[in-house]
């Protein structure tokens, strides 16, 4: 794996299929629909977002440099690459089933604060939705809410603390509009951190200091719903969907 | 950072040494000359890896599993005594692993540079080192520690061990509690690991140990001054911007900066400062232990001179100092500065504090 200049991110990533090479501005293409999706969609919708923060990694860590200690994109880039790589080895049969083991596996390799709230995220997220082969939007958009609780009862943050919630909640609110709505507002979400001052974790020791900088853990958490819409649109147009 | 390594999806780098070909100082050299802070290291994927297998090699008194991460002293479980676990982000050596053995701790988990391990690595070092007698997990307060030893303490007690957890908040430069992750576990944590460590030689039991690592924990505060911030294998350049002039008062240890940043001081007018935001937090009233604590980067020169302005800012606000400890031991990676934790003890915790020790990096009496 080393010292293969120029190698594509995404070859390292093992994708499975061509679908994510598609990475169609999201107001560009059609709105992605709410139709329900398999297993097989929700370990694209991992690969994506693994190959998503492969490539915000950089930028990851440097706003983690500003209020944390530099390490978030390295952190949860080593955590997606063994979650993907884990749903692809075992190919769990339900969209539950594929969270849970994600979910698992961060809890396993991410570390810090991180892992167990990812952790946490995905394997609440994937038990809500119990063994149900397929699930639609709004099924999904349900098992995020209890998944989404439970990070804000583990981490013990609400709204406004500069935390992943910041970008979480608003998606969460804007999901019944559509994955294109919930990506644009997890994004606005993760940018209205920046005068946030932060309450919770590392950034929350630099006080006042905190202003001005953007939160990584909202940032990543972006990341989980413009992956999710660029998902769902690739698998409608494959499917050719109206 | 321009680099084109991409860890394999368990985050090992694969190949052998002569192949691993880092692209970062050339890199720099195109771009910023100034972050180009050169490292021994091969790779930022292997730091952990490789110091553990150093760490190995160098000490075939402990037990290191490398892949797994944890460091083990070799004779345990030891019959009849309850054991200690710690564990937190690598960048602080010889902070934890350096205080495995012989009255100190049992087992050490590192994880990822300035990221707390994962609850795996704890539940195994639990169980590798669990005598029956019970095993207590000493955490560093920051949410990532919290959160995994947390995890790490449910998956244990499913296998049958008994846990208890103290948790290690002595930095006096977090004011506001409410408002903040709360105070960080710094300094203190060697007092901790030392002390407690001592009682549990001694034989005492699980409750025991517990209440006597808690008494070391509330009778610990720290603070810490940066001369210069860190430099992290996965950033390859300063954490944060420190201009030459001026140095960063109230940080902690993970390259974060601090509270208030004053232009350059004196060895003396830091020791000053640092005292006096020490005894303002909570004034003893008796006999202190001293940590004079290096960052990393700062020369036992140096720490020996500010340990003498310590002494002396102590000595005039009129608090005794029975035993002193110099050097670096908390650290912050390549960071130059220092940190002091007084640590107000009892003739019981100093009886503790004096028993024997023999780990890679304390080691005395016996």
């Known amino acids: 794996m080393v010292g293969r200049a120029g190698r594509h991110p995404r070859a390292a990533l093992g994708t499975v299929s061509g679908f994510v090479g598609e990475q169609r501005d999201m107001r560009d293409g059609r709105e992605p629909t709410g139709a329900p999706r398999d297993a097989a969609f929700f370990r694209h919708w991992l690969t994506a977002v693994a190959e998503a923060v492969e490539e915000e990694a950089d930028r990851l860590t440097e706003l983690d440099s500003a209020i944390g200690d530099a390490d978030h994109g390295t952190n949860m880039r080593r955590g997606l690459a063994a979650a993907v790589s884990a749903v692809e080895e075992e190919r769990p049969p339900t969209p539950g089933a594929v969270l849970v083991l994600a979910g698992r596996t961060l809890v396993s390799t991410v570390g810090g604060a991180s892992g167990p709230l990812y952790g946490t995220l995905l394997r609440r997220t994937g038990k809500a939705l119990d063994d149900a082969p397929e699930v639609d939007l709004g099924e999904l958009a349900g098992a995020l809410r209890t998944g989404v609780d439970a990070v804000a009862r583990l981490g013990g943050a609400t709204a406004g603390d500069k935390t992943m919630l910041d970008a979480l909640l608003p998606a969460l609110d804007a999901l019944g509009d559509g994955l294109d709505a919930a990506a644009r507002a997890a994004e606005k979400g993760a940018g209205d951190t920046v005068p946030m001052r932060a309450r919770k974790g590392r950034a929350s020791y630099l006080g006042e200091r905190s202003i001005g900088h953007q939160d990584p853990g909202a940032t990543s958490s972006a990341l989980l719903f413009t992956a999710l819409a660029r998902t769902a649109r690739a698998a409608d147009g494959e499917g050719g969907t109206p | 950072m321009p680099s084109t390594r991409r860890p394999d999806p368990r985050g090992a780098v694969v190949g052998r040494p002569s192949e691993w070909k880092s692209d970062r100082w050339t890199a720099y050299a195109g771009t910023d000359g100034s972050l180009a802070v050169k490292q021994l290291i091969n790779v930022p994927e292997r730091v952990v890896t490789d110091a553990l297998r150093g760490m190995a090699a160098a000490h075939p008194e402990l037990s290191v599993d490398v892949e ?249 606000r009129g608090v005794a100092v029975p035993r002193t400890l110099v050097g670096n031991y908390v650290t912050s990676l390549d960071m130059a500065g220092c940190s002091v934790t007084l640590c107000q003890v009892d003739e019981e915790l100093l009886r503790w504090w004096d028993a024997p020790v023999a780990t890679p990096a304390l080691r005395w009496g016996r």
């Open chain 2, 68 to 316: 797994r991460r944890v460091v083990v002293r070799r004779d345990a479980p030891v019959a009849g005594k309850v054991a200690l676990v710690s564990g937190g982000g690598s960048g602080h050596e010889p902070l934890h692993g350096g205080f495995v053995g012989p009255g100190m701790l049992d087992a050490a988990c590192p994880g990822e540079v300035f990221t707390s391990p994962v609850p795996d690595q704890m539940a195994r070092a639990a169980a590798a080192v669990d005598s029956g007698e019970g095993v207590l997990f000493v955490v560093k307060n920051y949410t990532g520690d919290v959160l995994n030893f947390d995890m790490a303490a449910e998956l244990a007690e499913d296998e049958g061990v008994r846990v208890a957890k103290v948790l290690v908040q002595d930095d006096v430069a977090v004011t506001d509690s409410t408002f903040t992750a709360g105070r960080r576990g710094t300094g203190g944590t060697l007092f901790v690991e030392k002390i407690a460590g001592a009682a549990a030689a001694e034989g005492a039991p699980l409750e025991r140990v517990e209440r006597v690592a808690r008494r070391v924990a509330e009778a610990c505060r720290s603070f810490g001054v940066a001369l210069t911030a860190c430099t992290t294998p996965a950033k390859g350049g300063p954490t944060f911007d420190l201009p030459p002039g001026e140095l960063e008062l109230g940080i902690g240890i993970h390259g974060e900066p601090g509270r208030e940043r004053r232009p350059m001081m004196t060895s003396g007018e830091i020791a000053d400062a640092t005292v006096d935001a020490l005894l303002a937090d909570d004034p003893p009233n008796g006999p202190v232990l001293a940590l004079v604590n290096g960052m990393g980067g700062t020369p036992l020169l140096e720490l020996y001179g500010f340990n003498a302005e310590v002494q002396r800012a102590l000595g005039e």
